[in-house]
């Protein structure tokens, strides 16, 4: 069961809400590089209100996708894209279900 998670909520900037779209789409592509990553998604909430939700058995998953190639493409690209401070919530799961 995962027990540990991320969940970061962005804001698009004016005029950016189809490139920020874009980068979270490619964003997938880097899971290759995180085998410690259980789960991970990127959401839409409305037009310039996005999320990313990832999950993980462990502190060692987390730590290594903190220190990994997806939030260091977030952290580079964050001011261009996003208003408002960047806030990474490390929350804990309570209970899971995911395909086997």
């Known amino acids: 069961m995962t027990q540990l998670a991320l969940f970061v909520q962005l804001k698009a900037k004016a005029g950016k809400e189809e490139e920020v779209a874009?980068?979270?789409t490619g964003a997938s592509a880097l899971l290759q590089q995180e085998?410690?990553?259980?789960a991970w998604f990127a959401v839409r909430f409305d037009r310039s209100t996005f999320g990313i939700f990832d999950a993980f058995d462990g502190e060692e998953g987390r730590q290594a996708h903190l220190n990994?190639?997806?939030?260091?493409?977030l952290v580079a690209k964050y001011d261009d894209l996003f208003e408002g401070p960047l806030d990474?919530?490390?929350i804990e799961v309570l209970a899971d279900r995911l395909p086997v």
């Open 22 to 24: 874009a980068f979270l």
């Open 68 to 73: 990994g190639p997806i939030a260091a493409a």
């Open 35 to 38: 085998p410690l990553t259980v």
């Open 88 to 90: 990474i919530r490390q």
